[in-house]
């Protein structure tokens, strides 16, 4: 399984894990990007199949319905589960705990 937590010090790659498609899991990892860079973070977000996702993924951004498949393929990263697609909360606090340096938290 994934890991618990990681400091956000420690975050260099985040992946958006999507089904198959590039549809809206795509225009997440967009609007991830622009809201880091307006945060001023240096991380690398990426985009990939739930099954492909990278050992080297710090962080997994995944929706709710992929979520225990992501903890199950990324075992060494920390996964994030989201609900919106828009303005979701986790992806909110996500960005805000990176900003502040704090700890990255499994949700």
Known sequence: ??????????????????EAGMGSSLMVKNGMIKKAKKA?????????????????ADVVVAHAGLSKRAKEVAVNSVVISFNMFMNDPAINKLLADLTAGNDITSA
């Not at 399984?1 to 999507?18: G, Q, T, Y």
């Not at 001023?40 to 990278?54: A, R, T």
């Open 40 to 56: 001023g973070l240096e991380v690398n977000i990426e985009h990939s199949p739930v099954n492909l996702i990278p050992q080297d």
């Open 1 to 18: 399984m994934s890991r618990d937590s990681i400091p956000a010090s420690e975050v260099k790659k985040i992946v958006l894990a999507c």
